[in-house]
């Protein structure tokens, strides 16, 4: 692979739609000189065999804030690794080194990942995601459903399930929730349902909720749009006191 510099929002939602892929994003901007050193880096990795199955995409964050806005990017260099619309690790920094032990982390096999982002948790989008999401190639039973999505709710401190991606939401809801959780400058991990049936139908029993976008906060399930939308008009903070109160919770 190249390192593939984004020119629209339409070619990074093509991107970084593509399944069963690991994708590293690379925030950057011509003015920050530790993106200098870090250009070069990026580039070489991606043209190195050894991570031929990563696809690696460079985003300018002043010319396209508002992809930039999805990972509440505020500082470059900056790097997001995604895979199967999750988000699975963030870093900031010109540290080839992190960088490159989280591409070994996570472009090994699903069963890396999984263990990597449990034992990660400062993998975030309040610091945004570690989020195991392994490609499930037969048929799980009610129990591994059940375990794989008590690690999904927990994978980041506010998790989103939702329909499609911040960037292209796929349909009405998921697209309100997301503008919320923006306008309260709410850092998140995601998951796209429409990608995984398994974990669309079972989290319908899991929540007891029947319909999507879903939020949790702290692994404690909150509710949906409606829901979300009434807690905020009662309290600005609920997104702040939620979060606390999972925590003590523990």
């Known amino acids: 692979m190249v390192l593939v510099e984004i020119s629209d929002k339409d ?28 250009n070069k880096v990026i580039s070489t990795l ?42 699975l690790k963030e870093l900031t920094g010109a540290d080839p080194k992190e960088f490159v032990s989280a591409l070994d982390t996570f472009g090994d096999s699903s069963q890396a990942a999984t263990a990597s982002s449990n034992a990660d948790p400062t993998a975030t989008v309040s610091t945004a995601t570690p989020a195991p999401a392994p490609t499930i190639q037969q048929e799980e039973t009610p129990e591994q459903l059940n375990a794989r999505l008590e690690k999904l709710t927990t994978a980041a401190p506010i998790m989103l399930f939702m329909k499609g991606t911040p960037s292209a939401p796929q349909c009405g809801f998921s697209r309100q929730m997301v503008a919320i959780l923006r306008e309260h400058q709410v850092r998140f991990g995601f998951f796209d349902i429409l990608k995984d049936d398994s974990v669309r139908q079972g989290l319908k029993a899991f929540s007891d909720w029947p319909t999507f976008p879903q939020l949790y906060i702290g692994g404690v399930f909150q ?26 919770s523990k």
């Open 223 to 248: 509710g949906g749009l409606d829901i979300i939308k009434e807690n905020l008009s009662d309290d600005d903070l609920f997104f702040e006191h939620a979060l606390e109160e999972a925590n003590s």
């Open 46 to 87: 991606a043209d190195s065999d050894q991570y031929k199955s990563t696809t690696f995409l460079a985003i300018n964050a002043d010319s396209f804030p508002e992809i930039s806005d999805l990972f509440d990017i505020t500082a470059v260099p900056y790097f997001v690794l995604i895979k199967n619309g999750t988000i």
């Open 11 to 38: 070619q990074f939602s093509e991107l970084t739609s593509v399944k069963d892929k690991l994708i590293a994003l690379y925030f950057h901007t011509p003015w920050a000189s530790p993106c200098i050193q870090m």
